[in-house]
């Protein structure tokens, strides 16, 4: 198994898209076809900037390309196992400030364009929270296709796991919605470039609570902000999730005294929340247009579009949920609407900076020390938004892009005994 911890990264970053499919465990480059819908011909030999030399006849393939050039994906990997059914794509984003980090979703996606444009988009989140956060690490992602529940095998994850391997420490992976610990145990049989395992293997077990723990710190930077107070005491919060990050997130509510509502899509989640705090539920389909202090999505992404924003009846949103704005548009009506954001990459980074505590040995008080900066990256977002007249979320954007430029401009100066 490859990727010791600590892998020497050149400062040049590398620009490809590496395409594996139907092929043996840990071979990437492709054969006469590929599994995704996109490519219907040979992709040839790769030019600059990640562009294919020869670009195929189909306009598909180079719109495809012209996405991945225009944030500047590094790299994208499909891989395909038809022994264990595995049907995955890897997404490193950036690997500026180190190895790229990330989780890995399993998820049934109506398409493979879909399950694409989900994996880019989170890969792109972690090169962000990962640099607002103050970590040295790169941002990337992986989804797999498929339930869970009717696919998901020990053979299935393990082969998984060897694609990863295979990828040299670039790419480290996690936990993530519609995977567990056991699944990163398994995972680690085949390499070491995974995160999020037991403690029994020297890994800080489920990043949920410290995810939770960082989203309720950037709750209090809100309330600061908007009330001169950190205390949650009374402040009426609506949980839109109640799964593994959501129920702990409504657990810190509840010893913070907030009045706490929750939703889900899964009545037994409502349950078993309701029943264990003795809180209030509220229809999945409306719990955005309740009136309270804070609106907290805590599920799948996307939960603020053009068509919520104008129905929120909250002051805030900060919430764990990853991607929560539909569109470019979203930002600019939350501000009209004078809806306080607290980006989701910026409040939801505790699960990140827990697991990164494993690169170096986890220590729990450190890592939740580190955890509680959240408050004060928060604070310094909402304060360049306000000084620069920006949205929250560009403001979020900019503290992220200012550090990478920052380091990847220090990473000229060569050390050469690294040599």
């Known amino acids: ?36 819908a996109l490519f219907r011909h040979r992709c040839g030999q790769r030019g ?18 012209d996405r991945l050039a225009a944030d500047d994906y590094e790299q994208v990997v499909f891989c395909q196992d038809n022994g264990t059914g595995l049907r995955a794509i890897i997404a490193i984003h950036d690997t500026t400030l180190g190895p790229a980090l990330g989780g890995t979703r399993f998820f049934p996606y109506g398409s493979d364009d879909e399950a694409l444009d989900d994996v880019l988009r989170l ?17 990337g992602k992986a989804v797999i296709v498929g339930d869970p529940a009717k696919v998901k095998t020990e053979s299935l994850l393990r082969a998984y796991g060897r694609f990863v391997d295979a990828l040299g420490g670039r790419y480290i992976t996690a936990e993530d919605v519609g995977t567990t610990q056991a699944d990163m145990d398994l995972i680690r049989r085949e390499t070491r470039c995974v995160t999020g395992v037991s403690r029994s293997l020297g890994g800080s077990g489920d ?59 899964v009545p037994a ?67 009209d609407k004078v809806v306080v954001y607290a980006p989701d990459y910026i409040v939801n980074a505790g699960g990140v900076i827990n697991i990164a505590e494993e690169l170096v040995g986890y220590h729990r008080e450190r890592a939740y020390s580190n955890v509680r900066r959240i408050f ?44």
């Open 123 to 139: 890969a792109k989140g972690m090169s962000y929270k990962s640099a607002a956060a103050g970590l040295d690490l790169g941002g």
């Open 48 to 65: 600059g900037r990640g562009r294919p030399a020869n670009p195929p006849g189909n306009l598909e393939n180079v719109q495809l390309f």
């Open 269 to 335: 989640a409502v349950e078993r929340a309701v029943k264990d705090f003795g809180i209030e539920a509220t229809p999945v389909d409306s719990a955005h247009q309740v009136a309270c202090d804070i609106y907290s999505p805590c599920a799948m992404g996307k939960a603020l579009s053009p068509v919520t924003i104008p129905e929120l009846a909250c002051t805030a949103v900060v919430g764990s949920a990853n991607n929560q704005l539909a569109d470019e548009t979203c930002a600019p009506l939350l501000e």
């Open 1 to 36: 198994m490859g990727c010791p911890f600590g892998v020497s990264l050149s400062s040049v970053k590398v620009s490809q898209t590496l395409i594996a499919v139907d092929s043996p465990l840990g071979s990437f480059l492709p054969p006469d076809r590929t599994s995704h």
């Open 207 to 265: 990043p949920s609570a410290a995810t939770a723990y960082g989203v309720m710190h950037g709750m209090k930077a809100v309330a600061s902000k908007l009330w001169g107070d950190t205390s949650l005491a009374g402040r009426h919060v609506v949980v839109s999730g109640v799964g593994k990050v959501g129920y702990s997130l409504v657990r810190h509510l509840v010893e913070e005294r907030a009045r706490v509502t929750v939703t889900d899509v």
């Open 376 to 419: 004060d990256t928060t604070l310094a977002v909402l304060d360049t938004a306000e000084n620069e007249g920006i949205t929250t979320a560009l403001a979020a954007d900019r503290v992220a892009e200012r550090r990478m430029v920052e380091l990847a401009r220090i990473h000229q100066i060569r050390t050469f005994h690294e040599r």
